[in-house]
């Protein structure tokens, strides 16, 4: 409770309800029904009682008509109520989104109370607003903790209640002047917005730890609630992460795959353009190919790539590679290339892996 959440919702609503009225005007007809004089109606955000009060001077006379617009409760909407550890997530790069979150629903009941002198005159204000709020009209407004140039868009449902009563005085002096009084209500379905938006990075490693019974125990004589007795003695850890890794090599020659193991020479079966295969994982995320090798023809193109986790690093940018599944990854590197000691080097955002891992990919010609 000690931070400070402030973005003006209920005021800009408020704003918005008024500006969507705030432009009626009525006539003055003579007795053949021709318009004589157009007069603005006066909109004021205040309780009727005080309108009534402010608007009488030191003559007594009133200036009708003016439509008195009131707050009278909030809500909080249930039917709009999501789960509270539900938050929004927008896009913001690949490496990380802005976390918006779940904002409460909240109903806003406000009051309109619409004083006339004449009852043609409240007609004429009835007749202007009733058909347009059948049953409701939308206000649109920007969601209030965007940054930048975010803008996301919130449409607002204002529900006329359907219901007007009308109150004429019964009981008046000579002195008094003859008012009319119109009352109905709205709900603004609008939001109340939560601490500034934050944003989230993608959890690129996950370490997960348990424990295991010692390894003389046989857990093949024991039930589920038994081994939940056992004391624990080895401690195991199970790493989840986003990087690239390398599990097999091999090279396509003649429609034949060919594993490549350490030191292997491929002498005779080099072609113009020799294709390799690669299987690992996270294949899905590449963002560049590299090549690391001892041909110095390679070194006046060396790119530098940034990663997240595992730095950065420097290599020949290749782009003859394709991306087959998120297992298997293709790349063709011709033969002036790869005249030399080659490790091909799969890049995304979080780090890399070499084929040196596995095997550098020696096609040297003796």
Same mark, same amino acid.
């Given at each position: 409770?000690?931070?400070?959440?402030?973005?003006?919702?209920?005021?800009?609503?408020?704003?918005?309800?008024?500006?969507?009225?705030?432009?009626?005007?009525?006539?003055?007809?003579?007795?053949?029904?021709?318009?004589?004089?157009?007069?603005?109606?006066?909109?004021?955000?205040?309780? /009727?009682?005080?309108?009534?009060?402010? &608007?009488?001077?030191?003559?007594? =006379?009133?200036? *009708? +008509?003016?439509?008195? %617009?009131?707050?009278?409760?909030?809500?909080?909407?249930?039917?709009?109520?999501?789960?509270?550890?539900?938050?929004?997530?927008?896009?913001?790069?690949?490496?990380?989104?802005?976390?918006?979150?779940?904002?409460?629903?909240?109903?806003?009941?406000?009051?309109?109370?619409?004083?006339?002198?004449?009852?043609?005159?409240?007609?004429?204000?009835?007749?202007?607003?009733?058909?347009?709020?059948?049953?409701?009209?939308?206000?649109?407004?920007?969601?209030?903790?965007?940054?930048?140039?975010?803008?996301?868009?919130?449409?607002?449902?204002?529900?006329?209640?359907?219901?007007?009563?009308?109150?004429?005085?019964?009981?008046?002096?000579?002195?008094?002047?003859?008012?009319?009084?119109?009352?109905?209500?709205?709900?603004?379905?609008?939001?109340?917005?939560?601490? /500034?938006?934050?944003?989230?990075?993608? &959890?690129?490693?996950?370490?997960? =730890?348990?424990? *295991? +019974?010692?390894?003389? %125990?046989?857990?093949?004589?024991?039930?589920?609630?038994?081994?939940?007795?056992?004391?624990?003695?080895?401690?195991?850890?199970?790493?989840?992460?986003?990087?690239?890794?390398?599990?097999?090599?091999?090279?396509?020659?003649?429609?034949?795959?060919?594993?490549?193991?350490?030191?292997?020479?491929?002498?005779?079966?080099?072609?113009?353009?020799?294709?390799?295969?690669?299987?690992?994982?996270?294949?899905?995320?590449?963002?560049?190919?590299?090549?690391?090798?001892?041909?110095?023809?390679?070194?006046?193109?060396?790119?530098?790539?940034?990663?997240?986790?595992?730095?950065?690093?420097?290599?020949?940018?290749?782009?003859?590679?394709?991306?087959?599944?998120?297992?298997?990854?293709?790349?063709?590197?011709?033969?002036?290339?790869?005249?030399?000691?080659?490790?091909?080097?799969?890049?995304?955002?979080?780090?890399?892996?070499?084929?040196?891992?596995?095997?550098?990919?020696?096609?040297?010609?003796?």
């Amino acid at each position: 409770m000690k931070d400070y959440t402030y973005f003006f919702e209920i005021k800009n609503l408020l704003t918005q309800f008024v500006a969507a009225f705030d432009d009626v005007t009525i006539k003055r007809y003579n007795k053949n029904k021709e318009p004589e004089e157009v007069i603005d109606v006066r909109y004021v955000l205040a309780p /009727k009682q005080r309108v009534i009060y402010d &608007i009488v001077n030191k003559a007594q =006379n009133l200036t *009708l +008509p003016v439509v008195a %617009v009131n707050v009278t409760s909030i809500t909080r909407d249930n039917d709009r109520v999501f789960n509270k550890l539900n938050n929004l997530h927008s896009y913001v790069n690949e490496r990380e989104s802005r976390v918006m979150k779940m904002p409460v629903p909240i109903n806003i009941s406000v009051s309109m109370s619409i004083l006339a002198r004449y009852m043609e005159d409240m007609d004429q204000i009835l007749s202007n607003f009733i058909p347009y709020n059948n049953p409701y009209i939308i206000l649109s407004w920007k969601e209030p903790t965007s940054v930048g140039n975010e803008v996301f868009e919130i449409r607002s449902e204002v529900l006329w209640d359907g219901n007007i009563s009308i109150t004429a005085p019964t009981d008046t002096t000579y002195t008094d002047k003859f008012r009319i009084v119109a009352d109905t209500t709205f709900t603004i379905k609008g939001w109340l917005f939560k601490d /500034k938006n934050e944003i989230a990075t993608p &959890i690129y490693f996950i370490d997960s =730890n348990f424990n *295991l +019974p010692s390894n003389n %125990v046989d857990l093949n004589i024991y039930t589920e609630s038994d081994l939940d007795s056992l004391s624990a003695t080895t401690m195991e850890t199970v790493s989840l992460s986003a990087y690239p890794t390398i599990t097999n090599l091999w090279h396509n020659y003649q429609s034949t795959l060919r594993p490549v193991y350490t030191n292997l020479f491929l002498n005779g079966a080099l072609t113009a353009n020799n294709n390799f295969i690669i299987y690992g994982n996270n294949f899905n995320y590449t963002t560049a190919v590299a090549l690391s090798s001892n041909n110095k023809t390679l070194y006046n193109g060396l790119t530098t790539f940034s990663t997240v986790k595992m730095g950065p690093l420097s290599g020949f940018n290749f782009s003859s590679y394709e991306i087959l599944n998120d297992n298997v990854l293709s790349v063709s590197i011709p033969y002036t290339l790869s005249a030399g000691l080659v490790d091909v080097v799969i890049i995304n955002p979080v780090g890399y892996a070499s084929t040196a891992s596995i095997s550098g990919i020696d096609i040297r010609l003796n």
